[in-house]
């Protein structure tokens, strides 16, 4: 099969499953072929790698544990050649872990264990990004109450023009061009308040509340900012 | 010439009856100084509690009853004193005495060159458990007998107080053993359990959608499912339960402050609660002007998570569990309050207990019950409090975590802008 341009409409992607656990890449198999998607699996790290490289891939399910590589350098190797969207496998309790791969490169993760709905979401998310060019027009978010046009630089609610400042519009637009993904603080900081502002997360707490604030958000009930607790932010999947 | 004669007789024998009696009461004056010292000294003892103890109070004893700087080691408590300390050679005879249960240094034939004299501290079997040092510089050519009986006689007391203290360690070491040994076969068979349940469930739909799920309908086979799925999320929550409580047992938690929103941290414990058990009816009272917190996010958030999760386990199907946050007196105060059954007053405090919640086993509606235990071990990691009262009308049950508002050391006001 001769590599196509992605369209996230025309599900025949093919998803590369790196896990060493037979039953986990056994219903991965089996729940991603029911959603039309190609699927080929590795047992290890190195098997990953040589699939990744030999195959032309369109997502990667990356298990954090592996028999013969840590999946974080199964990252950083893969991200050294491969710009392919990567979903972690990581388990709770791991915070740190978890902005590390994102850091690394990881366009998501999943706790395990996990429900094959939330895993799904996931991947059409990730596909579906992917499907939008890089240097092409960027995402019109609109869900009948909250409308955000990163072209026009105008964001309304209801229909009515909300002003947000020059760095709630930043961070806004941050996570809404990473729809359905965790950014993490460290990201976040560094793009916002750039390199110098690193562990000023204070200032992003404050942010984060005004900007729910003023799109009729609420951390408690949240509709389009989610927060990870020790993690990072995520914009509505 | 005769009385002349006499008169020195009578001299001479009343000097050296004199002489007899003066040193009769020095000798006497020595025995009694040497009784006084020993008692003194035995009093002392008495309450020491460890080696470091009984070797500061052996130390200034032997320093008062023989009026020489002295020195001191037990096991790896050393006692010394500020006027004088032994020098290299001196600490190479204290071990030489430690390593032999012989006398050493000054006044003995081996490493006569130091300036102290050591003594061995022997227990019942000549094995030496440490070493006394007495400080006897050049000044004095030799050991009066008084003050070797008197030292060897203290030295022996300061070892049987030291063999004491030892034996009282070793029997408290032995209660902690045992009761470490009580709570792991309580675990055990508490674990056994709230793993075992599920797992029935889960095997047994399994085995019945294997095999007879193609004469099912449609409803029944989704049932099955539906058992699976739960019971395998249920326990997916008690070994992440029983990997936090051995994070906290081994004091292997590390706390990682970072700012949080109290809106965050508590929406985010609801919307977990909501996945799990989508009936559950939650009344979040959180004021908007609340000010972020600087604590470990996701371990005050799997805090708050369990005592939500346990209020939710005990709410009648039809009441809230409700949640409020206040913050008093530079502090943040977090109440979960259910409309449960409450709990006896006399049981209340016993809740965070990880006996009492593992004890009682089957009683808990759905199993171990540690979540309370694990919640005040991590409320504990960052200086605060978590307390079981009563429901606001009596009724139910009022958890509150008391958390201080701490900020990191160097914090500049915010200006997000």
């Known amino acids: 099969m001769s590599p196509t341009p992605i369209d996230a409409s025309v599900p025949a992607a093919r998803v590369l499953v790196i896990d060493d656990e037979t039953q986990i890449r056994r219903f991965l198999d089996i729940s991603l072929r029911a959603q039309g998607y190609q699927v080929r699996q590795a047992a290890t790290g190195q098997e990953g790698l040589q699939l990744a490289a030999s195959e032309d891939m369109d997502l990667v399910i990356l298990d954090i544990g592996l028999p013969d590589m840590e999946g974080h350098e199964v990252l950083e190797q893969l991200r050294q050649w491969s710009q392919v969207p990567v979903i972690m496998l990581t388990v709770r309790a791991g915070e740190a872990e978890k902005v590390r791969a994102l850091d690394t490169g990881a366009n998501d993760y999943v706790t395990k264990p996990f429900g094959t709905q939330e895993l799904m979401a996931r991947v059409r998310a990730l596909l579906r990004t992917r499907s939008v060019p890089s240097d092409g027009t960027p995402p019109v978010f609109d869900d009948g109450h909250l409308h955000v046009d990163l072209v026009r630089r105008e964001v309304a609610l209801e229909g009515e023009p909300v002003a947000l400042t020059r760095k709630e519009y930043a961070l806004l637009s941050l996570l809404l061009r990473n729809a359905g993904r965790v950014v993490t603080q460290p990201q976040i900081l560094q793009e916002i308040w750039g390199p110098t502002h690193q562990h000023d997360t204070h200032y992003l707490r404050i942010l984060v509340g005004k900007l729910r604030h003023k799109l009729g958000d609420s951390a408690l009930d949240s509709r389009y900012l989610f927060t990870e607790p020790g993690v990072g932010l995520r914009f509505k999947g | ?417």
């Not at chain 2, 007899?20 to 309450?47: E, F, K, P, T, Y």
């Not at chain 2, 075992?196 to 409803?219: E, F, H, K, V």
């Not at chain 2, 409580?245 to 977990?272: F, P, Y």
Request: aromatic share 4%.
């Open chain 2, 1 to 417: 010439m005769i009385t002349v004669f006499l008169f020195l007789a009578a001299a001479l024998v009343a000097g050296r009856l004199a002489s007899r009696l003066r040193m009769q009461v020095i000798a006497l004056r020595a025995a009694n100084r040497h009784a006084r010292a020993r008692q003194q000294l035995g009093r002392q003892l008495a309450s020491a509690a460890g080696h470091g103890e009984v070797a500061q109070a052996g130390r200034h004893a032997l320093e008062q009853a023989m009026d020489v700087p002295a020195w001191l080691r037990i096991g790896g408590d050393t006692a010394a004193g500020g006027r004088s300390q032994p020098g290299d050679t001196d600490l190479a005879a204290a071990d030489w005495a430690l390593r032999h249960g012989q006398p050493s240094g000054r006044f003995t034939d081996t490493l006569a060159g130091a300036q102290w004299w050591f003594l061995p501290l022997l227990d019942g079997e000549d094995r030496a458990i440490g070493v006394a040092g007495l400080y006897l510089p050049g000044a004095q050519a030799r050991l009066l007998p008084e003050q070797r009986q008197l030292a060897e006689a203290m030295v022996d007391d300061i070892a049987q107080a030291a063999l004491r203290t030892r034996l009282v360690a070793e029997l408290e070491q032995a209660h902690v053993s045992n009761e470490t040994e009580r709570l792991r076969s309580a675990l055990l068979s508490s674990v056994s359990h709230d793993l075992r349940s599920p797992l029935a469930a889960m095997i047994g739909s399994a085995d019945s959608l294997a095999s007879y799920g193609a004469a099912m309908d449609t409803a029944d086979r989704r049932a099955l499912l539906d058992t699976i799925l739960v019971e395998g999320e249920r326990l997916d929550r008690y070994i992440q339960n029983l990997l936090d409580m051995t994070r906290l047992g081994h004091e292997g938690l590390k706390i990682n402050r970072d700012w949080i929103g109290v809106d965050e941290l508590i929406g985010s414990a609801a919307r977990r609660l909501q996945r799990y058990q989508p009936k559950v009816r939650l009344e979040l009272d959180i004021p908007s002007t609340l000010a972020p917190i600087w604590v470990h996010p996701a371990l005050v958030e799997q805090a708050v998570f369990n005592v939500m999760e346990n209020a939710a386990k005990f709410s009648p199907p039809d009441a809230a569990v409700q949640v409020q946050a206040r913050e008093l007196d530079g502090q943040l105060r977090i109440d979960v309050i259910d409309a449960g059954p409450g709990i006896p007053d006399d049981e209340r405090a016993r809740i965070f207990d990880m006996f009492y919640s593992v004890e009682r086993g089957d009683r808990g509606r759905h199993g171990t019950g540690l979540g309370l235990t694990i919640c005040q071990g991590m409320i504990g990691a960052h200086g605060g409090s978590v307390q079981a009262l009563p429901g606001r009308d009596g009724r139910g049950t009022l958890i509150r975590i008391t958390l201080p508002l701490l900020k990191p050391a160097s914090h500049d006001e915010p200006d997000p802008d």
